[in-house]
């Protein structure tokens, strides 16, 4: 059973960061695609990061680009989201999900798994 569980978020400071984490089990990590998307309230799911799996290479949304930083541990199954200089408009619920290729896509229907997700606040 694929199974991807979110954490890490929390309430922060405008400026602040947070390190969020996506753990996978159930699949061989290296042929899946992995991508961050969130959604805030009233709003559709939008792409932040996505990371290939076959060569490492990295998509960011032009919102967060600079300030986010999507990387990966295989030996551990698990993908991470640094947010730095987050700003109140970064507030929604975070998703990482996963695609059943080794290069990442930009939109949420072309993946195949996520979880629940977690909610990063970030106050003014």
């Known amino acids: 059973e694929v199974q991807l569980q979110a954490s890490g978020g929390g309430l922060v400071q405008a400026g602040g960061s947070l390190r969020l984490s996506c753990a996978a089990s159930?699949?061989?990590?290296?042929?899946?695609?992995i991508g961050w998307f969130r959604q805030a309230s009233g709003k559709e799911r939008e792409e932040v990061s996505c990371l290939s799996s076959s060569d490492g290479s990295a998509y960011y949304a032009d919102s967060v680009k600079g300030r986010f930083t999507i990387s990966s541990d295989n030996a551990k199954n698990t993908v991470y989201l640094q947010m730095t200089s987050l700003k109140p408009e970064d507030t929604a619920v975070y998703f990482c999900?996963?695609?059943?290729?080794?290069?990442?896509?930009?939109?949420?229907?072309?993946?195949?798994?996520w979880g629940q997700g977690t909610q990063v606040t970030v106050s003014s």
């Open positions: 159930g699949f061989t990590f290296d042929d899946y695609a």
């Open positions: 999900e996963a695609r059943g290729r080794t290069w990442f896509a930009t939109t949420h229907e072309e993946y195949d798994y």
